[in-house]
């Protein structure tokens, strides 16, 4: 089955020309792969919009690949998984001061709690509340810092008494879990289980301990715990390498012009790139306003014709020109695949990150609202 799917807030009319094609199999496959290799449970973080492969979707195929949990950053992401009538429990760990504890209680969404002042603020307005403190394992960002470690776990402990909320989970995040070797990961064990032994002393029993997300959950057997939280492998991403899985995005733009260019033809902004020989010149009707991103300009390659061509001048906010070569038989209307999973030899969404000088996650997640996406199980 194949439906048009579009992110909450996309105009009525999609971009008409460019599509995102969702392959909801290679999530549920992921999912299975990497469930097989832990003894925990595995959470499924859908955050920004499923890693931009949508939200509701994601979690669907990822708990049929058995995840049995969803995480997300912020309350407001949580809604949507309930509004579709998930009932899984769903943790949410980025949330301000001021957010709507009363309505997370409300929905049983657990909450993420980085320090005293979140945890006073949930026990005043969400009686009841399930949180999981985060204890910060060596990134230097989020999680209360060890010095406060051991007034947190006593604080959450006298919440629990007086009935105002309840520790269900203690986290953590390593800062190097794609370099698996790394020092800081080894510090960052070490860490979770000197905050677990406090916890301990302070009387919280929790039966949630998790510390690896993805490239640790893949790369890395001492972070896994009673569960693993994984994003951006659920859409075929490890950064780690240490795994093979499928990436479930492939993005396809049809050439809408095909021109003969004499050598010497200047093309795009700033005449970055000029014809050495006569070629054959395509037009795609995708640029950076899309989410291709502009620092790629004469270094990526799209798959048309059968084969790579590179992508010459600059990549504009709406359309991107390949050098199709002199003898190439495309023409208007043909497709082309701007990334995939590689099979036939198409760049990959990490090829591009690779050109752009970022990661992949950027790629996947900046892609626009106005493209069509279509998902197919």
């Known amino acids: 089955m194949t439906m048009l799917l579009l992110r909450p807030g996309a105009p009525v009319a999609p971009h008409p020309r460019a599509t995102l094609h969702v392959d ?6 992921n999912v299975r792969t990497i469930r097989s290799r832990i003894p925990g449970e595995l959470m499924a973080v859908v955050k920004a919009d499923g890693f931009g492969h949508g939200q509701v979707e994601v979690a669907r195929a990822a708990l049929a690949g058995g995840a049995t949990r969803l995480g997300v950053t912020s309350i407001d992401e949580a809604r949507p998984l309930r509004a579709a009538g998930l009932t899984q429990r769903v ?13 997370a209680a409300r929905l049983d969404i657990e909450l993420g709690v980085p320090g005293l002042d979140h945890l006073h603020a949930i026990a005043r307005s969400a009686p009841g509340a399930r949180v999981h403190l985060q204890l910060d ?25 007086r009935g105002q909320l309840r520790v269900v989970g ?14 800081a990961n080894a510090r960052g064990r070490d860490r979770f289980a000197w905050g677990l032994r406090v916890a301990r002393a302070a009387g919280l029993r929790p039966a949630d301990h998790h510390l690896a997300a993805t490239a640790a959950t893949l790369s890395d057997p001492l972070s ?27 993005l396809t733009a049809p050439l809408v012009s095909v021109r003969n260019a004499p050598a010497g033809t200047a093309v ?20 950076y306003a ?19 061509r590179p992508v010459v001048g600059r990549i504009s906010m709406d359309m991107t020109v390949i050098d199709l070569g002199p003898g190439s038989p495309a023409s208007v209307g043909d497709p082309v695949t701007v990334f995939g999973p590689g099979d036939r030899g198409e760049p990959t969404a990490a090829q591009w990150a690779g050109w752009a000088e970022t990661v ?16 197919a199980s």
């Open 137 to 161: 394992t060596g990134m230097g960002r989020d999680g209360a810092e060890p010095a406060r470690w051991d007034s947190l776990c006593r604080a959450a402990r006298e919440a629990e008494r």
């Open 24 to 29: 909801l199999g290679a999530v549920t496959a």
């Open 224 to 250: 896994h715990h009673t569960m693993s939280r994984v994003g951006a492998g659920l859409v075929g991403i490890d950064e780690s390498g240490t795994v093979r899985l499928r990436p479930a995005l492939t």
């Open 91 to 103: 943790l949410s760990w980025l949330n301000p001061l001021g957010a709507d504890f009363a309505a």
């Open 290 to 308: 899309d989410g291709l991103p502009r620092l790629a300009s004469g270094r990526a390659e799209v798959w048309v014709a059968g084969t790579r």
């Open 268 to 287: 795009g902004y700033g005449h970055t790139w000029t014809a050495r020989r006569a070629t054959r010149l395509g037009l795609i009707p995708v640029g």
């Open 360 to 375: 992949e996650h950027e790629i996947v997640t900046g892609l626009s609202a106005r493209l069509h996406r279509r998902s």
């Open 170 to 183: 203690i986290m953590g995040h390593l800062p190097c879990a794609d370099r698996p070797g790394h020092a």
